[in-house]
């Protein structure tokens, strides 16, 4: 395993990372019964424009193959976590917990001073997840038409 910077050059790259990213968000729509979320209307385009730093989680087991992936935008001292992806093949083995312990650790490093999350009010797995690395609820609220969103915060570690 290993977790590396996602470069996102080609369109081969983008589209790994596409394949992923509609594969692991299926699944939350399905949990929060809501299929018209954004990350499920992307293409090769808004992911090449998307002003976010990528991270990349790799099992070796299917030669180098990307499984989970991380992004985040910073605005000073502040990180917001856009997408935890991780490829339902490769649920339950610990993929979206290293790639925030991972995220969490380098942004610390750097001088980050709190974090920001949001997931759908019913994905459970997400938001046990989070609770579990120090995250806080501090906003949930309603999007069209009726969907549910949870904000969570975390401070930054010295």
Not at 33 to 51: C, H, V, Y
Not at 102 to 114: I, M
């Amino acid at each position: 395993m290993s977790i590396q910077p996602l470069s996102l050059q080609t369109n081969n790259e983008i589209l790994v990372l596409l394949a992923l990213q509609l594969a692991s968000y299926r699944v939350e729509a399905d949990l929060i019964g809501f299929d018209d979320i954004p990350p499920l209307k992307d293409g090769i385009e808004s992911l090449r424009e998307a002003k976010e730093t990528f991270y990349g989680y790799y099992v070796e087991e299917v030669s180098h193959k990307l499984v989970g992936a991380i992004s985040f935008a910073r605005e000073g001292t502040v990180i917001t976590i856009c997408r935890m992806m991780v490829h339902p093949d490769y649920f339950r083995r610990g993929i979206a917990r290293s790639l925030l312990q991972y995220l969490l650790g380098v942004q610390q490093d750097s001088g980050a001073s709190r974090f920001i999350v949001s997931t759908g009010t019913a994905n459970v797995p997400a938001i046990q997840l989070y609770e579990s690395l120090g995250f806080v609820q501090r906003r949930v609220f309603t999007v069209p038409p009726g969907v549910c969103l949870t904000t969570f915060e975390r401070p930054a570690v010295r």
